[in-house]
C-alpha cells in the first residue's frame, strides 16, 4: 500500500498531456472501469493481449451510496421455506479512484456494507458488515505489461456468501485464488498477486502470473479450515485465424490447512479454444487433466477434468453472459480441499433512458477431494442463486431500484445420483433509492 500511495502521489506532481473529456466520457469510462474491477478477469488464456488499447485510460475519483428496505424469511437458516419473516434494511457504498499516466496505472476502490436484520432466529436486532479495499498498479510497455494486485476482504457472515467467491478479483484465470463460495461465520481474506503478459510475435502471446492468499475464520467455533494458499499459472496463446484463437495453459495450487495438518497440491493443464463469432459475440472452451494429491493422516490421489467455458453477447441495449467452470479450491472451510462445480448467467436490458434490468443467476457444487468411486457418499454442499433488479434513473445522479433475491444452500453427505439434504431457502425483496456522485477528473 506504501508503494502504491508513492507511486499515486509521484503521478500527481506530473503532467498529462490528455486533452480534458466531457463530464459525460468521463462518466462513461468510469462505469466501464468499474465493472472490470468488480468482475473476474477476462482473460481466457488465448488472446491475452485483448485488454490493451492505445487511448489512455482517463484519472477520475467516484463514490456511490445505496440504501434499502425490505423484509427477509427464513433468518435462522431453517430448512425449507421457513414463515419466520424479518425486515432488512441494506447500506452499502463503493469508491473508485483511478490514476492514469503514460506508462502506468494506478486504482483504489474501496466497498463497504451494513445490513440490519429485525430479528435473526429470534434474537432481535443483528448487524452483518462486509468491507473490501483492493489496490493495483500495472506497469506498461511496447509489447506486453506487468500488474500487482492486492484485495482484502472480512465478511460478518452468517451463512451465504455471493456467487463466484467473496475475494474477488480472482488473481488467475480459470483459478478460484481463494477458496469458492465461503460458508460459515465472519472471516478475513486476502490475496496478492502479480501477472507479467508479453506479445511474443503478432500473433503470439504468454502470460505468467502468481498469487498468495490466506482465509481466516473469525471466532472458529465450528472448527473450520483456515487455509495459505500458492497459485501459479503459465499461459501461451496463438492466433490462427482472425476469429480463431487456441492456447495452452498450465496451472499449479498448494494449500496447506490450519490447524488440521494437511496439504493439498494439485497441477493442472487446459487446452483452450476461442471463436469470436462477431464483434458482439464471443465463446471460449476449454479442457484438460488435473491430478490432485491430497497428504494429511493418508495420502490420497486424485486425476479430475478441468472445464472452463464461456459465452458472452454484448449488443446495443442488452448484455449475456453465460459460464461454467471446474475448479480445484480450498473446500471453503469445511473441507480440506474440494472440487467445484459452478455455472452463471447474467443478462441486462436497457428497456429505454430510464428504465434497465438486471439479472443475475447461479448454482455451485463444492465435493471433497478423494471420494469418487460410484455409489460412494460424498460431503459435499450446494448453493443456488439467483436476483433480478429495476431501475428506474430518476436524474443525473440518482435511481430508484427494486429487487428481487433467492438463495438456496443444502450440505451433508449425498450420493453421485442425488441431491444433499433438505435446503434452507431465503426470499428477500428490497426497495431502496441509489445516489452515484458524478465522477470527478484528476487531470
Given at each position: 500500500?506504501?508503494?502504491?500511495?508513492?507511486?499515486?502521489?509521484?503521478?500527481?506532481?506530473?503532467?498529462?498531456?490528455?486533452?480534458?473529456?466531457?463530464?459525460?466520457?468521463?462518466?462513461?469510462?468510469?462505469?466501464?472501469?468499474?465493472?472490470?474491477?468488480?468482475?473476474?478477469?477476462?482473460?481466457?488464456?488465448?488472446?491475452?493481449?485483448?485488454?490493451?488499447?492505445?487511448?489512455?485510460?482517463?484519472?477520475?475519483?467516484?463514490?456511490?451510496?445505496?440504501?434499502?428496505?425490505?423484509?427477509?424469511?427464513?433468518?435462522?437458516?431453517?430448512?425449507?421455506?421457513?414463515?419466520?419473516?424479518?425486515?432488512?434494511?441494506?447500506?452499502?457504498?463503493?469508491?473508485?479512484?483511478?490514476?492514469?499516466?503514460?506508462?502506468?496505472?494506478?486504482?483504489?476502490?474501496?466497498?463497504?456494507?451494513?445490513?440490519?436484520?429485525?430479528?435473526?432466529?429470534?434474537?432481535?436486532?443483528?448487524?452483518?458488515?462486509?468491507?473490501?479495499?483492493?489496490?493495483?498498479?500495472?506497469?506498461?510497455?511496447?509489447?506486453?505489461?506487468?500488474?500487482?494486485?492486492?484485495?482484502?476482504?472480512?465478511?460478518?457472515?452468517?451463512?451465504?456468501?455471493?456467487?463466484?467467491?467473496?475475494?474477488?478479483?480472482?488473481?488467475?484465470?480459470?483459478?478460484?485464488?481463494?477458496?469458492?463460495?465461503?460458508?460459515?461465520?465472519?472471516?478475513?481474506?486476502?490475496?496478492?498477486?502479480?501477472?507479467?503478459?508479453?506479445?511474443?510475435?503478432?500473433?503470439?502471446?504468454?502470460?505468467?502470473?502468481?498469487?498468495?492468499?490466506?482465509?481466516?475464520?473469525?471466532?472458529?467455533?465450528?472448527?473450520?479450515?483456515?487455509?495459505?494458499?500458492?497459485?501459479?499459472?503459465?499461459?501461451?496463446?496463438?492466433?490462427?485465424?482472425?476469429?480463431?484463437?487456441?492456447?495452452?495453459?498450465?496451472?499449479?495450487?498448494d494449500i496447506q490447512f490450519v490447524p488440521a495438518i494437511e496439504t493439498l497440491v494439485a497441477n493442472s493443464a487446459q487446452f483452450i479454444f476461442q471463436h469470436t463469432v462477431s464483434a458482439r459475440?464471443?465463446?471460449?472452451?476449454?479442457?484438460?487433466?488435473?491430478?490432485?494429491?491430497?497428504?494429511?493422516?493418508?495420502?490420497?490421489?486424485?486425476?479430475?477434468?478441468?472445464v472452463q467455458a464461456s459465452f458472452n453477447y454484448r449488443g446495443k441495449r442488452s448484455d449475456l453472459s453465460l459460464s461454467y467452470n471446474r475448479v480445484v479450491t480450498s473446500g471453503s472451510g469445511?473441507?480440506?480441499?474440494?472440487?467445484?462445480?459452478?455455472?452463471?448467467?447474467?443478462?441486462?436490458?436497457?428497456?429505454?433512458?430510464?428504465?434497465?434490468?438486471?439479472?443475475?443467476?447461479?448454482?455451485?457444487?463444492?465435493?471433497?477431494?478423494?471420494?469418487?468411486?460410484?455409489?460412494?457418499?460424498?460431503?459435499?454442499?450446494?448453493?443456488?442463486?439467483?436476483?433480478?433488479?429495476?431501475?428506474?434513473?430518476?436524474?443525473?445522479?440518482?435511481?430508484?431500484?427494486?429487487?428481487?433475491?433467492?438463495?438456496?444452500?443444502?450440505?451433508?453427505?449425498?450420493?453421485?445420483?442425488?441431491?444433499?439434504?433438505?435446503?434452507?431457502?431465503?426470499?428477500?425483496?428490497?426497495?431502496?433509492?441509489?445516489?452515484?456522485?458524478?465522477?470527478?477528473?484528476?487531470?
Amino acid at each position: 500500500m506504501i508503494l502504491l500511495l508513492l507511486a499515486l502521489g509521484t503521478g500527481w506532481s506530473q503532467n498529462n498531456d490528455t486533452p480534458s473529456p466531457a463530464d459525460a466520457d468521463v462518466r462513461d469510462s468510469a462505469n466501464q472501469t468499474e465493472a472490470g474491477l468488480d468482475s473476474e478477469p477476462s482473460s481466457n488464456g488465448v488472446d491475452l493481449l485483448s485488454d490493451r488499447t492505445s487511448a489512455l485510460p482517463l484519472s477520475y475519483m467516484q463514490s456511490d451510496l445505496q440504501a434499502s428496505i425490505g423484509a427477509e424469511n427464513n433468518p435462522a437458516l431453517v430448512s425449507g421455506n421457513a414463515s419466520q419473516i424479518s425486515a432488512v434494511t441494506e447500506v452499502t457504498g463503493r469508491f473508485t479512484l483511478l490514476k492514469s499516466r503514460r506508462r502506468s496505472q494506478t486504482s483504489i476502490t474501496y466497498r463497504g456494507g451494513d445490513t440490519l436484520y429485525s430479528s435473526y432466529g429470534g434474537s432481535g436486532l443483528y448487524s452483518l458488515q462486509s468491507q473490501r479495499p483492493t489496490a493495483a498498479e500495472s506497469i506498461r510497455w511496447r509489447r506486453g505489461q506487468i500488474s500487482f494486485e492486492d484485495s482484502f476482504s472480512y465478511t460478518s457472515n452468517r451463512g451465504f456468501g455471493s456467487p463466484g467467491g467473496l475475494s474477488v478479483p480472482k488473481v488467475l484465470a480459470g483459478f478460484d485464488s481463494s477458496g469458492a463460495i465461503e460458508y460459515g461465520p465472519a472471516f478475513i481474506n486476502n490475496v496478492s498477486g502479480a501477472t507479467v503478459t508479453e506479445e511474443l510475435t503478432r500473433r503470439s502471446s504468454a502470460q505468467f502470473s502468481g498469487a498468495y492468499s490466506i482465509t481466516d475464520y473469525v471466532n472458529n467455533n465450528e472448527n473450520l479450515f483456515n487455509s495459505r494458499q500458492v497459485s501459479t499459472q503459465a499461459q501461451y496463446g496463438y492466433q490462427i485465424s482472425r476469429s480463431n484463437n487456441i492456447g495452452l495453459s498450465y496451472g499449479y495450487q498448494d494449500i496447506q490447512f490450519v490447524p488440521a495438518i494437511e496439504t493439498l497440491v494439485a497441477n493442472s493443464a487446459q487446452f483452450i479454444f476461442q471463436h469470436t463469432v462477431s464483434a458482439r459475440m464471443e465463446l471460449v472452451l476449454g479442457a484438460g487433466p488435473e491430478k490432485i494429491v491430497n497428504s494429511g493422516i493418508s495420502l490420497k490421489t486424485q486425476l479430475t477434468p478441468t472445464v472452463q467455458a464461456s459465452f458472452n453477447y454484448r449488443g446495443k441495449r442488452s448484455d449475456l453472459s453465460l459460464s461454467y467452470n471446474r475448479v480445484v479450491t480450498s473446500g471453503s472451510g469445511y473441507y480440506a480441499g474440494g472440487i467445484q462445480d459452478g455455472a452463471g448467467a447474467s443478462a441486462n436490458w436497457k428497456l429505454s433512458r430510464l428504465w434497465e434490468v438486471t439479472t443475475h443467476g447461479g448454482y455451485f457444487r463444492v465435493n471433497v477431494v478423494g471420494l469418487s468411486a460410484t455409489g460412494t457418499e460424498i460431503p459435499r454442499f450446494e448453493y443456488w442463486s439467483a436476483d433480478a433488479q429495476v431501475r428506474r434513473h430518476l436524474g443525473r445522479s440518482l435511481s430508484a431500484i427494486a429487487s428481487y433475491r433467492f438463495n438456496s444452500y443444502s450440505s451433508g453427505a449425498c450420493g453421485l445420483a442425488q441431491s444433499c439434504g433438505p435446503a434452507a431457502h431465503l426470499n428477500t425483496v428490497l426497495l431502496g433509492l441509489d445516489w452515484s456522485v458524478r465522477p470527478v477528473r484528476l487531470e
